[in-house]
T-cell receptor, first 115, second 112 residues
Framework: DSGVTQTPKHLITATGQRVTLRCSPR?????VYWYQQSLDQGLQFLIQ???????AKGNILERFSAQQFPDLHSELNLSSLELGDSALYFC??????????????FGEGSRLTVL | DAKTTQPPSMDCAEGRAANLPCNHS???????VYWYRQIHSQGPQYIIH???NNETNEMASLIITEDRKSSTLILPHATLRDTAVYYC?????????????FGTGTRLTIIP
């Protein structure tokens, strides 16, 4: 158990819909990262938040957005869903309070299926 | 970040040491070598990292060559639960605005 909690574990929805994935980082971790893993593209970095502010951005689509709340939990919002958005979405938090580390703890992921 | 190269797959007998190589010939002086693994669709798991010196923890040992152009992750006594995809990643010491970028890794299969 990494200490990072993601909900829901599984989600099935239709094209065009919007979903929200939630992540609670390990206690005390200020950084939250979101990754997408699809069958054909491996693990792709989406976005990082540090203490409520966006710190780094990867190849995140404009249809996707994220935020980190004052209690440090984070949400990833996916809208206008397409079949290709079907993937595992992982959240991770950083053990380094400054956010400057590659030692991340990953949650078990949220599996999104778009039909 | 420096590009890393790993063999796509490896087998290792249960109970033996698993040695996973990684080539990072273009690594810069302030880039660390990180190792993660992912067991079948679970979240990636941090294993170990190092800069110049060899490192050891409860999971594995990391051997980095003197010129830092390659490294080897060693699982001393492999078990069936070590079957996973192992990722070698080079990352700047000041993570800051950089991102942890996963490649295709090495699929390690532990054989009973």
């Amino acid at each position: 158990d990494s200490g990072v909690t993601q909900t829901p574990k599984h989600l099935i929805t239709a094209t065009g819909q919007r979903v929200t994935l939630r992540c609670s980082p390990r206690s005390g971790d200020l950084s939250v990262y979101w990754y997408q893993q699809s069958l054909d593209q491996g693990l792709q970095f989406l976005i990082q938040y540090y203490n409520g502010e966006e710190r780094a951005k990867g190849n995140i689509l404009e249809r996707f957005s994220a935020q980190q709340f004052p209690d440090l939990h984070s949400e990833l919002n996916l809208s206008s869903l397409e079949l290709g958005d079907s993937a595992l979405y992982f959240c991770a938090s950083s053990v380094d309070p400054s956010g400057n580390t590659g030692e991340l703890f990953f949650g078990e992921g949220s599996r999104l299926t778009v039909l | 970040d420096a590009k890393t190269t790993q063999p796509p797959s490896m087998d290792c007998a249960e109970g033996r040491a698993a040695n996973l190589p990684c080539n990072h010939s273009t690594i810069s002086g302030n880039e660390y070598v990180y190792w993660y693994r992912q067991i079948h669709s679970q979240g990636p798991q941090y294993i170990i990292h190092g800069l110049k010196n060899n490192e050891t923890n409860e999971m594995a040992s990391l051997i980095i060559t003197e010129d830092r152009k390659s490294s080897t992750l060693i699982l001393p006594h492999a078990t069936l639960r070590d079957t996973a995809v192992y990722y070698c990643i080079a990352l700047l010491s000041n993570f800051g605005n950089e991102k942890l970028t996963f490649g295709t890794g090495t699929r390690l299969t532990i054989i009973p």
